[in-house]
Structures are given as C-alpha cells and as structure tokens.
C-alpha cells in the first residue's frame, strides 16, 4: 500500500492490520512492488527509475533499506518480477526498456544472456522472450507497427500455465504461457474498465484474476474456471455499440482470428533485438485456452465530480456505477449483478445515473465525445434501448432523471446543454429524442 508521501506500509493480508512503515521509500510514486518467495526481500519500483531493496532477515523480522539499485531506466519503472531465487530482479519502464539487475551484488547486469535460463517467481513486465508473441497478436490486430504499445498490463497464473494480458482500451484475454511463438487466437475476457488496465494479479489456485484500471481507479474480480465446470452467468444480449461482452468478446475474437493470419515482415523493436532465447526452448500451447469466465464483483465508485449516482431499485438493491459498469448490489448474499455495455475505445466512464420512482428501469451516461444514453433493466441490469446519439451534447452526460410517470427522460451534459427523451408505452424499449 503506497500513501502520497511516498511512505510504504506492507500490511497483514488477512487483517489488513499495518506491519511496518517504509519511510526512507522514495518520494515519487512507487508503481510496482515485489516481496520474493521467502518473503524475505522486498522491491519497489518507482518514478524516480531506480529499485529500492529492502530485507528481513525471517518473515518475523521488520525489513531494512539496503539499497537503491539504477538499473538501465530513464523513465518511471512500471513492472518489476524477483526471480524464484531472490537473486536476480528484471523491471520495465515507460519507455519500454527492458533491464536485469543482481540483488546480492547490488549491481546492473548487462547481457541478458546470463539470466536466460533463470526461473521468475512471477511474470508481469510485458517485455521479454516469454511475451514476445503477445506483442506479435495485438501488432497484427491494430494493424500497425506500434500496436503492441497497447499492452499495459501482463501477469502469469501461480500455476504457470496461463498469461492474463490487458490493453489500453480496458480489454482483457488470456493465452498459454509462456507465449513467446504464440499465433493463436487468445481467449477474451472482456471489457469492465474505461481505458488502460493497469495492474493484473492471480489469487493463490488461479480461480480469480484481479484487474486494476489506471485511469477509473475500479478494481474487477475475475471468476476463471475450467471449460467443463458450469457457472451462472449474467445474460448477454446484442449490442449496438463498440464493447464486449462478459461471454468472451467473441466478435472481436472472430476479427482477431481473422488478423493474426496476415504475414508480418515488421522490424523488430530495440528490446526485442536484445532479446535472448532460453537454451531450452518450451513447447508452447497455441491453441485458446477453454476457460469459462465471470465478472464476479466491481470496486469503486466515482464521486468526486459526479453527484446522486447511486440509487436503490424495486427490490432494495444498491444500484451505482463503477468504472464502465452499472452495478446491482445485492448486500444479503453480497453478490453484484452488472450492466456491461458502455465500454468503447475513448476513456469514458459512466458519468450520470439515475432509476425511476418505480425502481424498474435505470439509465446511464458517459463521458465520451460523442456521449451515450442506455436504459436498462434495474433489477437484471439487461439492456432495454441504447438511446440516439445526441451529438450537440459534449463533455459528457452529467445528470440524469426521470419522470414520475416514467414517459420523460432529461439529461444535462458537462456543457450545460439539455436534452430531453421520451417513451410513449413508459417501457423504453421505443424511447427517442
């Protein structure tokens, strides 16, 4: 847990209870930190381009600074994995720059080559040989040179044997690890966060994925089972819109399968130059992981500009927005329902809520350029009318409200414009400007 001061405080996982304090961290922002197998190092990487070691002599022990190590970065470090043995450390920076440094010795280590047979005890810098052909798949996908810029986030399962990869449109997918050759179609999660996820990680047994957004500040909880077990899930109807949907984003799988065949022929990038092969080169999975996949819970929820987001429907369940989500929440069973369709390629969150006096219908907002209004069911979070686009309205849909009678919808957009929607049954599935 990272505060503004730049202090550190490492906390109890199953209390949240506070450890110890790192005051002596760095003061700029520290964006990945690592503790090692035998919980006995601890590394932190920061805006100021260098790893900050700590270590404890047993697990009991509080952790002491003992170095701070400049690797090869120039830029802010945003990933960083310790090897299984603690000895080594590899980090990424903004720059995509790829660098290896000896924790032991306390210095920089120049020749990939020499860790090229190294075990990691995880995998999340979305540089080096056992991601190379993620950057292959989304190059081919954007069909552009730079697409591989699009990866913002990478993580390994504990077991090994899968690789959770998201993107800068707030898009998740998994592929067999490692996924250095890798051509096959990934398996796509889905889309819940309105731009880049920032940060992926496993729980222990690999059932959750937990996926953090960089710029909604939401944090999703992933269900992953394998393909033969049966789960419940969220009904998913035919958008309109750009967005996937929780089943597994299959129409931009189906455009992804259709991309990665075209021939490549690009010149390789400087990290991938240096890129080194393990001796031993593993036989890898090409084919989809079969995995079924849940949304299963949503946290966050903005209110720093936006105002009466949050509302109960008919049946006393919570109903708010998180991220590029209308969530119902459920506090008996403490289970979340969702509305999933206001994903899109711009940064926009949902930015007005509101239900009817009723409690059965809610509509939301976001705050794209060209803003969309959706009505949805407030009870199953089902999709009822994707509203015109209204494109007079800019900066956003700010506020939004019913009627009493349900026939009237007004929306106030971040430019103080007005507009007004009307269904003539009061069932909204004929609603027009």
Known sequence: NVVDSGAIHILRT???SLVQQLNDAPREWTRDAKFSIDGKIFVAGSGDGQLHVYKAENRAATFGHVANLKPAHEAVITNLDI???GAYAQSADEARVLSYVDLKLGVKLPDPAYLRDTPWATWTCPLGWPVLGVHKIMTDHYEDENGSLSITAVARSRSGKLLAVGDRFGALMLLHFPAALNSGAPCFLGRAHCGAVRKLEWTCGDQHLVSIGQY?????VWRILEKEEQISTVPIQEINDIGLSLDGGRGLQRAIEATIAKSRGKEDTPWESALVPPSIVENEDFDTPRVNVRLLSA???????????????????VVYASAALGVIYEKRTNSQVF?????????????????SSDGRFAATGDQS???????????????????????SQRNGIMHLTFSQDNLHLASVSGDQSYSLYTSLSGEWNDGTL
Request: aromatic fraction near 2%; proline fraction near 3%; hydrophobic fraction near 25%.
């Open 83 to 85: 090897s299984a043995d």
């Open 216 to 220: 909604d500040k939401c944090i999703c």
């Open 339 to 355: 509305h999933i369709h206001h994903t899109s390629s711009e940064v926009s969150d949902i930015s007005a809520l509101t239900v």
């Open 299 to 317: 946290h966050g929820h903005r209110s720093d500009e936006c105002r009466g987001n949050v509302k109960y429907n008919a049946q006393g369940q």
């Open 14 to 16: 199953d209390s949240g």
């Open 369 to 391: 350029s060209k803003p969309r209004l959706r009505v949805w069911d407030a009870l199953t979070g089902t999709t009822i009318a994707v509203i015109p686009k209204h494109h």
